[in-house]
């Protein structure tokens, strides 16, 4: 089944606004979102940013997701595996990447194989160009994969820890639970903490379609 982007964009703007997260999970979230904007994270994120156009919010959930957030900086944001050794879950056969001695701060081995996620790996997040609240969640989506849209199914990658996901996992790659129930943080859930943290977070306005 062929996913549209743009009808997927426009069902999570309207999840979105429809979003409440589940209270118990709250001081989670924050403790979290935290983490992501702190003085030892933010400004890896921001040099990552300047280099590729995605926003550094979006770096910093998609960091979480694959590879525990900081403080693993020894892990690719592309699928989690150790940054020092060829990557076997998808995408697969990226890297190795190293530290070098004379690494410029913020600019070293996992610096470089955010790039290469970033830039050269499916979805392209560097090409994105729609970063109102419903396209950034859909480019989030994209960086996971469209099954759960193909399937018409909150993506729990997106929306874990809020009332817009009960249950259903892929398990592993390519791999489908409809049982499972996912229990990471979900990514609009950590956007709307950091939010409230950071207020310089925001999202563009929903790019008007050409005439």
């Known amino acids: 089944m062929t996913v549209s982007l743009t009808a997927l964009a426009d069902a999570n703007a309207r999840r979105w606004e429809a979003m409440h997260l589940r209270a118990s999970l709250l001081p989670s979230f924050d403790a979290t979102a935290a983490r992501l904007c702190a003085a030892d994270a933010k400004p890896r994120y921001q040099l990552i940013a300047q280099a590729t156009g995605v926003p550094w919010w979006i770096i910093a959930v998609i960091h979480e997701r694959e590879a525990g957030g900081p403080p693993h900086f020894d892990r690719s944001i592309a699928q989690g ?78 929306w874990s820890g809020s009332d817009q996901y009960v249950s259903g996992k892929y398990v592993r790659d390519h791999v489908y639970d409809p049982g499972a129930v996912d229990q990471q943080e979900g990514c609009a859930p950590l956007l709307s903490r950091m939010m409230a943290l950071d207020p310089s977070i925001q999202f563009e306005a929903v790019p008007v379609p050409a005439a």
């Open 81 to 158: 595996d150790p940054l020092g050794e060829v990557s076997r879950h998808d995408p697969a056969g990226r890297g190795p990447f190293f530290d070098h001695p004379g690494d410029p701060p913020g600019q070293d081995a996992f610096y470089r194989g955010a790039l290469d996620a970033l830039i050269d790996c499916a979805p392209h997040a560097a090409k994105w160009t729609d970063w109102s609240i419903g396209g950034t969640l859909c480019l989030l989506e994209q960086y996971n994969g469209l099954g759960y849209a193909a399937m018409g199914r909150a993506s729990p990658y997106i």
